[in-house]
């Protein structure tokens, strides 16, 4: 019994060791993509702003392709898994959580990490057809939260209608960033354009639909 325990343990401390290998690889291509731009986006440079040998980057990524899949992941999870904290933290209005969401997201655009690591994707994606495809299916699953907050506040919509209007948050957010994210010229104008973003989406969404029905 005393020795399954003991495998058991080696197991675990394996996995442990592993995932935090698997964690520092990641946060090495971010940190490669934020500071150096996506053409030195290689397994070369990743092993080295991690520490590591490329041999041992590939025993866990044998291409970029695969690296970048857990990347995007890993970024996506967090910022879904920070949104449902924040809806269930908003009480039962949907018009509450709709807002702190948005706030969230904007907010974010202070961080120099997130100003700079999303327009080099951007980049990144316009040149390679996987990352193309990842950026997508991240930002699909992104707009499907917001979807679901859009479907609360006005039952009534079309599911295509409510789609559109969450795309539109998307696309809105996501265009700040040049403007008012961590750096921008525009930068003094981010808590402004937070506030106005608030009141101008849910005004939208709650006006939605009422012109089929004058």
């Known amino acids: 019994m005393q020795g399954t325990r003991q495998k058991s343990r080696a197991r675990t401390a394996t996995y442990e060791k592993g995932q935090a290998t698997i964690n520092a690889i990641l946060d090495a291509a971010a940190e490669v993509l934020i ?36 990347l995007l992941e890993k970024i996506l999870f967090s910022y879904l898994d920070e ?10 209005s949907p018009q509450v959580q ?25 980049a990144l994606a316009n040149h390679d057809t996987h990352t193309s495809e990842l950026m997508d299916n991240m930002y699909a699953a992104e707009r499907a939260a917001l979807q679901k907050l859009v479907e609360a506040i006005k039952p009534e919509l079309g ?10 948050v998307s696309c809105s957010i996501e265009g ?22 608030c009141t101008s989406f849910l005004q939208l969404i709650e006006q939605a639909g009422e012109e089929s029905h004058t």
């Not at 599911?159 to 539109?168: H, V």
């Open 176 to 197: 700040m960033t040049m403007f008012v994210g961590a750096g921008k010229n525009q930068e003094d104008n981010l808590q402004a354009m937070k506030e106005l973003a």
């Open 98 to 122: 709709f807002v702190a969401i948005i706030e969230y997201l904007i907010e974010d655009l202070h961080s120099q990490r997130t100003t700079h690591f999303f327009p080099e994707l951007w």
């Open 35 to 70: 500071d150096q731009g996506y053409k030195k986006l290689t397994l070369r440079q990743i092993a080295m702003q991690a520490g590591i040998k490329v041999g041992n980057l590939t025993y866990y990524y044998s291409n970029k392709e695969a690296l970048l899949k857990d």
């Open 159 to 168: 599911k295509r209608q409510a789609s559109q209007l969450a795309l539109f």
């Open 83 to 92: 949104m449902d904290r924040i809806v269930e933290a908003s009480g039962d």
